[in-house]
Nanobody
Framework: QAQLVESGGGVVQPGGSLRLSCVASGFALDYYALGWFRQAPGKEREGVSS??????STMYVDSVKGRFTISRDKNMVYLQMNDLKTEDTATYYCAAGLVHRPFTPNGMDYWGKGTLVTISS
């Protein structure tokens, strides 16, 4: 069974850092993008960052550029989040989709259950 499992969420103050991790199993990663979405209460789920397995190309939503860094190692994908802001508060979901599909919620094949990130003073 295909599975994505996230970890690393927590509560930090504005300006702090967190590192999210996701382990993928049960499917071949060769032609997939792995990445992260987030969803805050009352808001749409948005794509945050992705990385293609075959060429390591990356994508970041404008609001996190310069603060977040995505990386991968075999079946693991990470999201280093620095200079966190209150507006980053959300449940973060690891997701995987075939690389030729848009990195949008409807384009994803597999989802983790989410890990909660809370930025509060």
């Amino acid at each position: 069974q295909a599975q994505l499992v996230e970890s690393g969420g927590g509560v930090v103050q504005p300006g702090g850092s967190l590192r999210l991790s996701c382990v993928a199993s049960g499917f071949a990663l060769d032609y997939y993008a792995l990445g992260w979405f987030r969803q805050a209460p009352g808001k749409e789920r948005e794509g945050v960052s992705s990385i293609n397995i075959y060429d390591d190309s990356t994508m970041y939503v404008d609001s996190v550029k310069g603060r977040f860094t995505i990386s991968r190692d075999k079946n693991m994908v990470y999201l280093q989040m620095n200079d966190l802001k209150t507006e980053d508060t959300a449940t973060y979901y690891c997701a995987a989709g075939l690389v030729h599909r848009p990195f949008t919620p409807n384009g994803m094949d597999y989802w983790g259950k989410g890990t909660l990130v809370t930025i509060s003073s």
